[in-house]
């Protein structure tokens, strides 16, 4: 997928090139190795040597998490704050051949991510060990391989075991995906290109290159860098060469510059991506070809304007998220990555923060494409543990290599626009919170300049040592939203970004009336949350936060008033696995999403629609199953109009109007079953109309796909919404029914989910019930064309089969 060219599109550029080579020197290969591993759950030492017998190991591919695979349990170590689910140690071994014909090969095994203090052996050989889970690492593994019909064995140790290490739920294993790279001795280095664009306008684009050659065997000679820019079709569009390189003993760094005239620039509404493409030639053979994404754009953080994208003033609207995917756990899976963007966009948001880690690259991969402002970040604590075994017990030794590991890894994404160093760092207290932002600062500066860097400051003071270094180039606020204000005259001459804000806490749909009284849980994590409800669920009307934080609507008031606010990540928007603020067991996952953990919206995902896009919305809520002569708050969020009108079995209950900078309308009327109606006008004309019915008894089941057809590749998903409906076709709005599910044909039940925090079923069940009428079942391709079925059951309601293609 990434820096990797197809056969046929190198031999049209070569013929383009003029240059002259035979098929078998074409470049490198950079193969899936995800398939076919033996995992087992336990430590075993005679696990690394290649005599070992591990023919009843289970059998999977990678990217794998164990974690979500075990049992909810507040007697983990990891804790309810980790998500309650299982650590411990595995292992993972693999058998593979390499052809005779690459014995001048150099072969590499990346890892993107492996949670956490990974260990790697080939052959019985001892390669090295990675603590930090999120970090990508390479291993040059030629040494020590077989070659031909000999069969070459990696094995590899996962050590997850000490407990609590983490803020949230992590996973363990090998989480992210594996390569097998194989390349000539002298070849483009790992994460070797460094693309900027220094000047731009509509008119043309300057493109530097800076290209790390590695000389693996430092053969003497030397050789010609060709390199391409290539646009969305796979036009070339400007193109350069240096010649006679002389090569150096390690590496060759070649600087480069093109012109790309009248370019189509990068943005969020029109993510336009050209492609780098870089060739190396050696005695008159190209040796080694490479793949750099190139995104043509300019931005600017202004004390006073705030945040521009080429020349245009935008806010950035954006959230947080952690690495999960909610019941398929931490281990990678594209599609679903994608889908949760997709939510994401539909809610108008234009910006992602990795909180608080380097996220897998195909996130990037999809922020490039889908046209998202990335806050990509490094570390949630540096020195200083925030949890007994966290990456602080690494950081003397590991700290360096892994921040230039990460800079260097993703500095030619275009979507990312923020080096973020750090997030609450409890060093900003202390002395040496001055020392260590400078040291951090300078190794991302020495590697790229052209990003703003700031830090996620919970403790916004001039006093603050993390900002008294002076290093930072944007001040990061974390919460802290009634100082927006003031941020002009207590930071005079300061960029400001929002790094983190909110920490409302909403159950989907769940309302405790009334509506507009606000609720803060207290500040003592040993306090019962005092507003709450014995359920442990929490309303959804928008008015219930941390005392750090505000609800969504409070924040949203002052961010969109002010310029020099550039912008917001909204904590968060996604639920996650871990962290069940402000509950501990039996929640097992957090409050804090705009979305829940299964993917569906709560009611405010709509307020954020109505402010950050042009579509019209009316959303009206909560639902119409109440007890007879209850008060009941209905509420609405609505755009592209003036006033919105409701009226209850026919009869108008009064028309709503915001006020000031109200961002929704309300109504408290006593409950009579029957229908609400809204319409929003503009001028007087009708611009949408919203039902909601009095729904009566479970009666049937509705699945909706939001795919029918998917890629037969083993990895691929379609996520089916399971609804739970009257006889009319309501949805039942408490509806709680233990939904089966039954799969015909190639695919596989990856995981069921119902976006309940404190559900303790399991996501490999074959069951689930729903919650608030939903539930979820996320149905994989296996590799096989074909026709799927399935089928969703439940005592005493109709049944539902939806059919998904499975394509090659």
């Given at each position: 997928?990434?820096?990797?060219?197809?056969?046929?599109?190198?031999?049209?550029?070569?013929?383009?090139?003029?240059?002259?080579?035979?098929?078998?020197?074409?470049?490198?290969?950079?193969?899936?190795?995800?398939?076919?591993?033996s995992?087992?759950?336990?430590?075993?030492?005679?696990?690394?040597?290649?005599?070992f017998?591990?023919?009843?190991?289970?059998?999977l591919?990678v990217?794998?998490?164990?974690?979500?695979?075990?049992?909810?349990?507040?007697?983990?170590?990891?804790?309810?704050?980790?998500?309650?689910?299982?650590?411990?140690?595995?292992?993972?071994?693999?058998?593979?051949?390499?052809?005779?014909?690459?014995?001048?090969?150099?072969?590499?095994?990346?890892?993107?991510?492996?949670?956490?203090?990974?260990?790697?052996?080939?052959?019985?050989?001892?390669?090295?060990?990675?603590?930090?889970?999120?970090?990508?690492?390479?291993?040059?593994?030629?040494?020590?391989?077989?070659?031909?019909?000999?069969?070459?064995?990696?094995?590899?140790k996962?050590?997850?075991?000490?407990?609590?290490?983490?803020?949230?739920?992590?996973?363990?294993?090998?989480?992210?995906?594996v390569?097998?790279?194989?390349?000539?001795?002298?070849?483009?280095?790992?994460?070797?290109?460094?693309?900027?664009?220094?000047?731009?306008?509509?008119?043309?684009?300057?493109?530097?290159?800076?290209?790390?050659?590695?000389?693996?065997?430092?053969?003497?000679?030397?050789?010609?860098?060709r390199?391409?820019?290539?646009?969305?079709?796979?036009?070339e569009?400007?193109?350069?060469?240096?010649?006679?390189v002389?090569?150096?003993?390690?590496?060759?760094?070649?600087?480069?510059?093109?012109?790309?005239?009248?370019?189509?620039?990068?943005?969020?509404?029109n993510?336009?991506?050209?492609?780098?493409?870089?060739?190396?030639?050696?005695?008159?053979?190209?040796?080694?070809?490479?793949?750099?994404?190139?995104?043509?754009?300019?931005?600017?953080f202004?004390?006073?304007?705030?945040?521009?994208?080429?020349?245009?003033?935008?806010?950035?609207?954006g959230?947080?998220?952690?690495?999960?995917?909610?019941?398929?756990?931490?281990?990678?899976?594209?599609?679903?990555?994608?889908?949760?963007?997709?939510?994401m966009?539909g809610?108008?948001?234009?910006?992602?923060?990795?909180?608080?880690?380097?996220?897998?690259?195909?996130?990037?991969?999809?922020?490039?494409k889908?046209g998202?402002?990335?806050?990509?970040?490094?570390?949630d604590?540096?020195k200083?543990?925030?949890s007994?075994?966290?990456?602080?017990?690494?950081?003397?030794?590991?700290h360096?290599?892994?921040?230039?590991?990460f800079?260097?890894?993703?500095?030619?994404?275009?979507?990312?626009?923020?080096?973020?160093?750090?997030?609450?760092?409890?060093?900003?207290?202390?002395?040496e919170?001055?020392?260590?932002?400078?040291?951090?600062?300078?190794?991302v500066?020495?590697?790229?300049?052209?990003?703003?860097?700031?830090?996620?400051?919970?403790?916004?003071?001039?006093?603050?040592?993390?900002?008294?270094?002076?290093?930072?180039?944007?001040?990061?606020?974390?919460?802290?939203?009634?100082?927006?204000?003031k941020?002009?005259?207590?930071?005079?001459?300061?960029?400001?970004?929002?790094?983190?804000?909110?920490?409302?806490l909403?159950?989907?749909?769940?309302?405790?009336?009334?509506?507009?009284?606000?609720?803060?849980?207290?500040?003592?994590?040993?306090?019962?949350?005092?507003?709450?409800?014995?359920?442990?669920?929490?309303?959804?009307?928008?008015?219930?936060?941390t005392?750090?934080?505000?609800?969504?609507?409070?924040?949203?008031?002052?961010?969109?008033?002010?310029?020099?606010?550039?912008?917001?990540?909204?904590?968060?928007?996604?639920?996650?696995?871990?962290?069940?603020?402000?509950?501990?067991?039996?929640?097992?996952?957090?409050?804090?999403?705009?979305?829940d953990?299964?993917?569906?919206?709560?009611d405010?995902?709509?307020?954020?629609?109505?402010?950050?896009?042009?579509?019209?919305?009316?959303?009206?809520f909560?639902?119409?199953?109440?007890e007879?002569?209850?008060?009941?708050d209905v509420?609405?969020?609505?755009?592209?109009a003036?006033?919105?009108?409701?009226?209850?079995?026919?009869?108008?209950?009064?028309?709503?109007?915001?006020?000031?900078?109200?961002?929704?309308?309300?109504?408290?009327?006593?409950?009579?079953?029957?229908?609400?109606r809204?319409?929003?006008?503009?001028?007087?004309?009708?611009v949408?109309?919203?039902?909601?019915?009095?729904?009566?008894?479970?009666?049937?089941?509705?699945l909706?796909?939001?795919?029918?057809?998917?890629?037969?590749?083993?990895?691929?998903?379609?996520?089916?919404?399971?609804?739970?409906?009257?006889?009319?076709?309501?949805?039942?709005?408490?509806?709680?029914?233990?939904?089966?599910?039954?799969?015909?044909?190639?695919a596989?039940?990856?995981?069921?989910?119902?976006?309940?925090q404190?559900?303790?079923?399991?996501?490999?069940?074959?069951?689930?019930?729903a919650?608030?009428g939903?539930?979820?079942?996320?149905?994989?391709?296996?590799?096989?064309?074909?026709?799927?079925?399935?089928?969703?059951?439940?005592?005493?309601?109709?049944?539902?089969?939806?059919?998904?293609?499975?394509?090659?």
């Amino acid at each position: 997928m990434r820096q990797k060219l197809h056969l046929h599109t190198l031999l049209i550029t070569l013929l383009t090139l003029g240059a002259c080579t035979s098929t078998d020197t074409l470049v490198r290969e950079r193969a899936d190795f995800t398939k076919n591993w033996s995992f087992n759950l336990g430590d075993n030492a005679s696990a690394k040597e290649t005599t070992f017998n591990d023919s009843q190991w289970r059998k999977l591919s990678v990217p794998h998490d164990w974690s979500v695979e075990g049992k909810f349990d507040e007697k983990n170590p990891a804790g309810a704050g980790g998500g309650a689910l299982p650590g411990g140690i595995g292992w993972y071994r693999k058998t593979f051949t390499v052809d005779a014909k690459d014995k001048d090969k150099l072969v590499y095994l990346d890892f993107d991510g492996v949670y956490t203090n990974s260990e790697v052996w080939v052959n019985g050989q001892y390669l090295g060990k990675r603590p930090y889970g999120y970090i990508s690492f390479r291993y040059d593994i030629t040494p020590h391989l077989k070659y031909g019909q000999e069969q070459n064995v990696v094995a590899v140790k996962v050590d997850n075991a000490q407990q609590p290490n983490s803020r949230w739920y992590s996973g363990s294993g090998i989480y992210r995906n594996v390569w097998l790279v194989k390349t000539n001795p002298v070849h483009v280095d790992q994460w070797g290109t460094f693309v900027t664009t220094p000047q731009v306008s509509e008119q043309a684009a300057t493109v530097n290159i800076t290209t790390s050659i590695r000389n693996a065997k430092k053969q003497s000679g030397d050789i010609t860098l060709r390199t391409l820019v290539v646009d969305a079709q796979g036009k070339e569009v400007a193109r350069t060469a240096s010649e006679k390189v002389a090569l150096q003993n390690d590496v060759t760094e070649v600087k480069q510059d093109l012109t790309v005239t009248n370019p189509k620039l990068w943005s969020v509404e029109n993510p336009y991506l050209y492609k780098v493409v870089t060739l190396v030639e050696q005695n008159g053979k190209v040796v080694d070809n490479f793949e750099t994404p190139l995104g043509i754009r300019t931005f600017n953080f202004d004390a006073k304007t705030g945040f521009t994208l080429n020349g245009k003033p935008m806010k950035i609207n954006g959230v947080c998220n952690h690495h999960d995917l909610g019941a398929l756990g931490a281990a990678i899976n594209v599609r679903a990555l994608e889908r949760q963007l997709e939510i994401m966009k539909g809610m108008g948001v234009n910006g992602i923060r990795t909180s608080h880690n380097p996220p897998a690259p195909e996130l990037l991969d999809l922020c490039d494409k889908m046209g998202f402002i990335v806050m990509d970040e490094s570390f949630d604590m540096w020195k200083k543990e925030k949890s007994k075994y966290d990456y602080s017990l690494a950081w003397d030794q590991w700290h360096k290599r892994d921040l230039e590991n990460f800079i260097k890894r993703d500095r030619n994404h275009p979507s990312v626009f923020i080096w973020s160093i750090g997030n609450e760092i409890p060093e900003q207290w202390a002395p040496e919170g001055t020392t260590i932002a400078k040291e951090l600062v300078s190794i991302v500066k020495n590697l790229d300049t052209t990003r703003p860097v700031t830090v996620g400051i919970n403790e916004p003071n001039p006093n603050n040592t993390i900002y008294k270094s002076g290093a930072l180039d944007l001040f990061g606020f974390n919460y802290h939203h009634q100082d927006f204000e003031k941020f002009p005259q207590t930071f005079p001459g300061q960029k400001f970004i929002a790094t983190e804000t909110v920490s409302a806490l909403m159950t989907r749909g769940h309302y405790d009336m009334p509506a507009d009284s606000l609720r803060r849980w207290p500040i003592r994590w040993d306090l019962p949350f005092t507003t709450g409800n014995k359920d442990l669920t929490v309303s959804a009307y928008d008015n219930v936060s941390t005392p750090w934080g505000s609800t969504h609507e409070e924040t949203w008031k002052i961010m969109k008033k002010h310029a020099y606010l550039s912008g917001q990540y909204i904590w968060t928007g996604f639920d996650y696995l871990g962290e069940p603020t402000p509950y501990t067991w039996p929640a097992r996952s957090s409050y804090f999403g705009i979305v829940d953990l299964a993917g569906f919206p709560k009611d405010v995902y709509y307020m954020y629609q109505s402010e950050w896009t042009n579509k019209p919305v009316l959303h009206v809520f909560p639902h119409w199953n109440w007890e007879p002569g209850k008060t009941v708050d209905v509420m609405a969020y609505y755009n592209n109009a003036d006033e919105v009108e409701l009226f209850l079995n026919g009869k108008s209950v009064g028309v709503k109007k915001k006020q000031g900078d109200d961002l929704h309308v309300r109504w408290r009327l006593p409950f009579q079953p029957g229908t609400l109606r809204a319409v929003s006008r503009a001028g007087g004309k009708e611009v949408l109309t919203k039902e909601i019915k009095t729904a009566g008894a479970p009666a049937k089941i509705v699945l909706e796909a939001d795919r029918t057809q998917i890629s037969a590749d083993g990895k691929d998903l379609s996520f089916v919404t399971v609804k739970i409906l009257d006889k009319d076709g309501n949805l039942v709005p408490r509806a709680d029914n233990l939904v089966h599910f039954t799969i015909d044909g190639k695919a596989t039940l990856a995981g069921v989910d119902n976006g309940l925090q404190t559900s303790m079923e399991s996501f490999k069940a074959n069951h689930r019930k729903a919650f608030n009428g939903l539930c979820l079942a996320i149905l994989q391709a296996q590799e096989e064309a074909g026709t799927v079925k399935l089928t969703a059951t439940s005592e005493g309601l109709a049944p539902a089969t939806v059919t998904i293609q499975l394509k090659k």
